[in-house]
């Protein structure tokens, strides 16, 4: 099958993501931190809203989806959503990091009420970033090397606050950041004025970047606007068991990326510093990068399925052998820092194997009843998404919050430290391990993959339609 994409357009879907990412990531690494430590919000109260929010405005996303169904435009059916979301995004980036006079039931209202604003605003242009990895290109191997080099810098952008955070500190007026430590004490907190700036340039930069995918990007596989009901759309989702089979794997495996929820936490408990998050997390994120890099080479020996199995079983003993030799044998500094790489090899199978797996079900459902779903199906990926990450981020604000953390503490017990340490590494890779049960049956790879993309494009008469003039 020939080739769609050129080198603009794979950069820009790249940029993109790691433009939205960047925002998504910023809020979810220091968010609860802010509110803890600025406002003085209790962490477990705020992971339990955390959740709540996310599970409220996950109801948005179908509605999205619906809408993306029924969108008739010349510029296709899911660009037009970016676009109506890079407004509404960057304002609330900004309004959640402005620190207010509030207390007790207000205070935790306002966080309830603003987030959930956010929380709607990010699913705006959530569902159809994710959804359009899908009609970029008819080729489906094409599909997988973009969607491997696109979510590498999606995966940097969801780590890029831990840079972006300690550069602003320093370059504002006033900023207070500093690197060294002496006699073993705690660097200052993070004042609230450097975290609104932050908030400012994170928003800014990344709704630009978000919006190259508007710009560039060409939705390429032809459909039909069609108006569904929410019934037929949820049936047509449960009838899909590909998709279903991926959406409860996702569910089992709700805490396998926690870690981002607590990261600066375990900066602070583990490194002495929030600053330090950067070295914390440097070492995961340059192995998760190695694995996305490395994942669609394995896809091509083993298939999707044995790859998502081998990562996701890898995940869970070298999590489990990070945690028990950190706690029994060594707390070496550099030893940490080796398993956590290593830690991080297993990620592809997060981030990349549900996008490759739900393209590949959009096809199939395409080769069964001639309609596409690109709409219904990724909403109902983001909604998973988005509650699996309330629940791993609840659960693991619960550990630190119940392992008697305290971001002004000078010291961290020992007892803390472990507490911390374990929903660090240890959970995530106990979740690992339970998302493999579900694609034990899940059969859309190799030959019967191949033989639905050569019939839809013998269907489409191998025509390369775009709904985009450009």
């Known amino acids: 099958m020939k080739k769609y994409m050129n080198f603009k357009e794979i950069a820009a879907y790249s940029l993109g993501l790691f433009g939205f990412q960047a925002i998504v990531g910023f809020l979810n690494s220091y968010q ?65 990091f402005v620190k207010v006079p509030l207390t007790g039931t207000v205070l935790y209202a306002y966080i309830f009420v603003t987030f959930l604003l956010w929380s709607m605003a990010m699913t705006l242009g959530d569902v159809p970033s994710q959804a359009i990895a899908s009609v970029l290109t008819p080729n489906p191997t094409e599909r997988t090397n973009v969607i491997s080099i696109a979510n590498t810098f999606k995966q940097i952008g969801f780590s890029a606050a831990a840079v972006l955070v300690p550069v602003v500190c320093i370059l504002i007026p006033g900023g207070s950041r500093v ?69 409860v794997s996702y569910f089992l495996g ?25 070295v914390l997390g440097i070492a995961t994120g340059v192995g998760t990068m190695l694995s996305m890099t490395l994942t669609p080479l394995l896809i091509k020996k083993l ?37 956590l790489f290593l830690v991080g090899l297993q990620f592809g199978a997060v981030t990349l194997m549900p996008m490759i797996m739900v393209t590949d079900c959009v096809d199939a459902y395409e080769y069964k009843t001639g309609k596409r779903m690109e709409g ?17 981020a609840a659960l693991g604000l619960a550990f630190v919050q119940f392992s008697g953390y305290d971001a002004g503490a000078q010291t ?32 859309l790879t190799g030959k019967k993959k191949e033989e639905i993309a050569l019939a839809l494009q013998a269907r489409r008469g191998e025509t390369d339609s775009t709904n985009d003039p450009q």
């Open 32 to 96: 609860a931190e802010f509110y803890h430590a600025q406002m003085g919000a209790n962490l477990a109260v705020v992971g339990i809203l955390i959740l709540i929010v996310k599970v409220v405005s996950a109801v948005f996303d179908p509605v999205v989806g619906n809408m993306i169904e029924r969108k008739n435009s010349p510029r296709g059916k899911l660009k037009p959503f970016i676009a109506y979301s890079l407004l509404p995004l960057l304002v609330l980036t900004v309004v959640l």
């Open 179 to 247: 690197f060294g430590l002496e006699d073993g004490q705690k660097d200052d907190p993070i004042s609230s004025g450097e975290y609104l700036a932050t908030a400012v340039v994170v928003g800014v930069l990344g709704c630009l970047l978000f919006s190259l995918i508007y710009f560039f990007n060409k939705e390429r596989v032809p459909y039909q606007a069609e108006k569904m009901s929410f019934g037929e759309m949820f049936r047509a989702l449960r009838d899909n068991k590909p998709l279903m089979l991926v959406i």
């Open 254 to 278: 709700a805490g396998r990326q926690m870690a981002m929820a607590i990261q600066v936490q375990a900066s602070n408990a583990i490194l002495g510093s929030e600053n330090y998050v950067l």
């Open 303 to 339: 298939g999707e399925k044995r790859t998502f199995l081998a990562l996701s079983v890898y995940g869970f003993v070298v999590s489990m052998l990070a945690y028990l030799i950190y706690t029994f044998v060594t707390t070496n500094m550099i030893v940490m820092f080796a398993f």
């Open 376 to 392: 219904p199906a990724f909403s109902i990926l983001t909604l998973t998404i988005k509650v699996c990450l309330a629940i791993g």
């Open 412 to 443: 961290v017990e020992p007892g803390t430290k472990s507490l911390i340490y374990f929903a660090y590494v240890a959970l995530p890779g106990i979740f690992s391990l339970l998302s493999i049960f579900p694609i034990l049956k899940y059969d």
